[in-house]
Structures are given as C-alpha cells and as structure tokens.
C-alpha cells in the first residue's frame, strides 16, 4: 500500500524497516536519551525483530554526527577472515561455500559497533539501551509479513541445521505470520552483553561458545579471531551533487559508487528530462553501470590493496563518463551476484544529533546457522570471498571483504540536510540514486521519494541475469521504451520486495524533521 505523506516531527525522528524496532528508537528519545542511544536501541531491536536481515552474528556501518562536534564521522563495524580462512582451506571448493559453517568466515562486528557508538556518544546506560531488544526477545513479538515469507521460501536451508530449526521453523514449517515468535537464548545473550559489554562477546563466554561450537563442526572462526577483532572509526567520503554535499563511507563498503553515479548525473539536466520518463530512468541506470564497472575492479579491503579514489571520484573522470552513455542505447556490462537481505535506519534527535546506520547478516537468514546455545545466527557475509589468487578480493586471513553496506547523509551548511539508505545490495546505490535526485531535483519529499515507483538493475545471489527490473506501476509505455534501448526488462510487483526497503529522513528549512518508511517493509517513521 502506498504512503502519500512523510510522518513530520517538531524534534525528532526515527525511520527503520520494522515498526516495533522504530517504536523501541522512539521511546529511547523520549526517556532522553539522544540519537546515539536511540540508534543503537533500533539497531538492537532489529536483530531480534528482523532475524532474516540482521542480526548480532552479523556486521554494520555507521555514520554518526554530534551536533557540539559538528563532524560527521564513519564506523566501519565489519569483521575480517579468520586465520584459518586460507585459499588452501578451500582447495577441495570452487567457491567458499554460501551456507553452513564454513560460509562463517568473518567475525561478527555488530556488538563492537554498538558498543563502540555507544561508548562515545551514549547518554543512557548501555543495559537500558539494549532492554527493548532483550524484551521482544525473550517475551516474543508478532511475526512478521516478511519474516514469514522468507521462513518459508528458505524452510529447507533453515531444517538442515538443528540449532537453527528449533528456533526459526514450528514442526518443520514457517511460523504463521502474527504468531508470537521468542527467542529466549538470544536473550540471554543479549543481557551477557548487556551486563559485561562487547567483551563477553569478543573475548568471554559468548565467544567461547560460538567459537567451541564451529569447531567441533569444522568451522573456521576461534577464541583467537573473536578476540583479536576491531571495528575503526574512519573519515567518511565526501563529495558534492549540485551544491549539496554528500557523504558516504570509503573502502571496504561500496559506498564511493554513490558518489560516481551523482558525479556523472551532474553533468546532465534531470529536470528537463521529467522524473519518470525514459530517459531518467535510462540516464540513472547506465551512470550506476558505468560506476559498477569500476567498483568491480577495484572494491576490497584497503589494507591490502590501493583505492584509487582520487581518480574516481574526480569531477573530470564523471565528466569522461557521462560523455560515453547514449541516449535510448544500453551497454552491457558484467553483474555481481550479490546478497541483498539488509535493514537500513536512521535517527535525528532535538539537539541535532543525527546517525545513519546499516546492518546486515547478508543472505537472508545469513550463513544459516545458530551458533550452539547463543540464538546468535552468524553471517556468511564472508562468502563473497573469491577463491582466484588473482582477483582483488581475493580471501586472506585479517581481511575484510566488498561490502555492499552503504549508509548516507546529505548536508547543507555542514548539517545533516537528508538521512538515507536502503537494503538491497546491488540495489543500495540505485535506490540512494533515486532518493537523491527526487528529493533534490525534483523537491520531493522523504515519503514520496521512498513510495515512487523503483527499478532495480543487475543479478542477486540468486539469478543468472543482468535484468532491469520495474515496478508494475511504471508506465508500460516507458518499459517499452527502456527495453527498445536494449536493456533487459522485467514486470515485477507494485510494490515488490526485490528492491528493497528504503528509508530517509530530512531536516527542513524550518527544522522539522520529515520521515519516510518504506510501503515494500514492515516498518514506520515516527517523530514529535
């Protein structure tokens, strides 16, 4: 169902893709805890609420402002390989397995992150931040729309390890939607973090439990890779699209691909064009290819291989490739299977505070597997390993891989302007394409931006390929002029899932805080 108008608050606002975990932010602020406390409640909340997406065995990135500071800084809350994660490891494998316990390749980041966010901003007590994720954990919530049809569509992957069913399948078959769905031992993991912080995680009885637990199933993460972990806080990217700047995180996330893409949309007049006709759509979807092309060269860890970020996101270097896109002519080039089952939020408190944050597990229901009493279903995220000694990210022990995670802010004046972001994958820097320049050239608010009708270009882990997807609201006139350029079109739902859920927040010229929650989630924008 379609949402027509942005959910507007005087002093604050919280948008996340599920309303229970929005609803969690909301009552931080509102027993005065700031943005930091609020965002970390909901991100909490969101691996209890939104298992299939996110969750504690997975990772995060964070953009954070503090308003006294008047600085946007970047978290990077990814984990890097193992030791054990070798290329010989692997000999007997064309690809590092995308289930099991061997897709466990990296360690989980997510509870260094909160704590990290946390510790430097945080008002409230870390326990009462975590209380509503441990609440809904252990007394159950109402199963969602969309957990329930992912249960269902993975029903088989989910039987195969016992840990995992007993939690997520009822006699073998997919919770009923509505149904109250507990998970006691994440609970009680949830109060071990919340009672002796990120190191009961990394370097306690949590780890010693995930970590005894793959071993004895052949996995590859131990008490050693659990312990030696850290997530960074790091300088994010900034650039600029027609007069705003735009601020992303650098390597190993995706995040430069956003600021190649509105580079070379800078060189074309969008307004003449008119949202929605043809010619945007074409314009966004071959400036995204040409920025892919380049991402898929050179995205890895940059600890182990230069960036040349200089050169991509230099003005020139988008002119050049805006100079070779075609009008009404598609080109081809070459798509990653990627996993794109994320939840994205975001929150701005009354001081200013503001924090755009991204989780992930990355497949749906991650690597699949529970990590013995813990109720902590650990992330295959390190799947997207290659196994070519050749290829730039190639898998190597202390190595973070290609991240998809791409959180965004837009200022004006220094200040956050626009909070965005999305789940998806390869989708995350189209839909952030698309809320940019609705917002910005065509002055739309963050709901409306969020509901238009999406595309989504490129291939999920699951299909062999390179589609254009469109939503059926698209008029068919424009499809059959997208698919006379060459691409390769497909109808899909009106609001169909495959591309993502997105949410944004903006801070308008009168300091209101408008909000906008995706219709294709289960999720809400609530400010006051």
């Not at 992957?157 to 078959?173: D, H, K, Q, V």
């Not at 092309?293 to 291989?305: G, Y």
């Amino acid at each position: 169902m379609e949402r027509n108008e942005s959910a507007i608050g005087t002093e604050t606002m919280v948008v996340s893709p599920h309303a229970l975990a929005s609803a969690a932010g909301a009552r931080i602020l509102e027993r005065g805890g700031n943005a930091f406390d609020a965002a970390v409640a909901v991100s909490a909340c969101l691996a209890v609420v939104y298992p299939h997406m996110t969750g504690l065995g997975g990772d995060s990135f964070w953009l954070t402002y503090e308003a006294g500071e008047s600085l946007v800084r970047g978290y990077n809350g990814s984990g890097r390989a193992g030791a054990a994660a070798m290329l010989e490891t692997f000999a007997d494998c064309a690809a590092i397995p995308t289930r099991g316990v061997r897709s466990a390749v990296t360690v989980p980041g997510m509870a260094d992150a909160w704590a990290a966010v946390h510790g430097a901003y945080g008002r409230l007590g870390f326990a009462e931040v975590l209380e509503p994720a441990i609440k809904y954990a252990e007394g159950g919530f109402p199963l969602s729309a969309d957990q329930y049809a992912n249960s269902r569509a993975h029903a088989d992957m989910l039987a195969a390890a016992p840990e995992t069913a007993a939690i997520y399948l009822s006699r073998g078959e997919a919770p009923a939607a509505g149904s109250r769905f507990k998970q006691r031992q994440l609970a009680r993991t949830l109060r071990e973090l919340a009672a002796r912080g990120q190191d009961a995680f990394y370097r306690g009885s949590i780890a010693v439990e995930i970590a005894g637990f793959l071993r004895d199933r052949g996995g590859l993460l131990t008490t050693e890779d659990f312990a030696n972990h850290s997530g960074d806080w790091i300088n994010p990217l900034v650039g600029t699209y027609r007069g705003t700047e735009i601020v992303q995180m650098p390597p190993n996330s995706q995040g430069f691909v956003g600021l190649m893409a509105l580079n070379i949309l800078e060189n074309f007049d969008l307004r003449g064009l008119g949202h929605g006709t043809s010619g945007y759509y074409h314009l966004l979807v071959e400036a995204l290819k040409l920025s892919f092309r380049d991402r898929n060269e050179v995205l890895t860890d940059p600890a182990f291989h230069d960036i040349p970020l200089e050169r991509l996101l230099s003005k020139d270097y988008a002119a050049a490739l805006a100079a070779t896109i075609q009008a009404e002519r598609a080109f081809e080039v070459n798509a990653e299977p990627m996993g794109s089952d994320t939840a994205f939020a975001a929150v701005v408190d009354k001081d200013g505070n503001a924090v755009s944050f991204i989780q992930s597990l990355y497949f749906e229901f991650g690597s699949g597997v529970v990590a013995g009493d813990t109720g902590i279903l650990l992330q295959n995220r390190g799947s997207f390993f290659s196994l070519d000694p050749a290829h730039i990210n190639c898998l190597h022990p202390g190595k973070r891989t290609f991240h998809t995670l791409m959180p965004a802010m837009a200022l004006r004046d220094g200040k956050p302007f626009l909070l965005y972001g999305t789940q998806g994958g390869e989708g995350q820097p189209q839909t952030q394409t698309a809320l940019v320049t609705r917002m910005l050239d065509y002055g739309m608010d963050p709901q409306r931006a969020v509901s238009e009708p999406r595309w989504v270009w490129g291939r999920t882990w699951g299909e062999p390929t390179r589609e254009l997807k469109l939503e059926s609201r698209i008029d068919s006139a424009v499809a059959a002029a997208l698919a006379a350029s060459g691409h390769l079109v497909r109808i899909v739902g009106a609001f169909d899932g495959i591309m993502g859920h997105a949410h944004a927040i903006k801070i308008d010229d009168d300091g209101f805080r408008q909000g906008g929650a995706d219709p294709r989630s289960d999720g809400a924008a609530i400010g006051w």
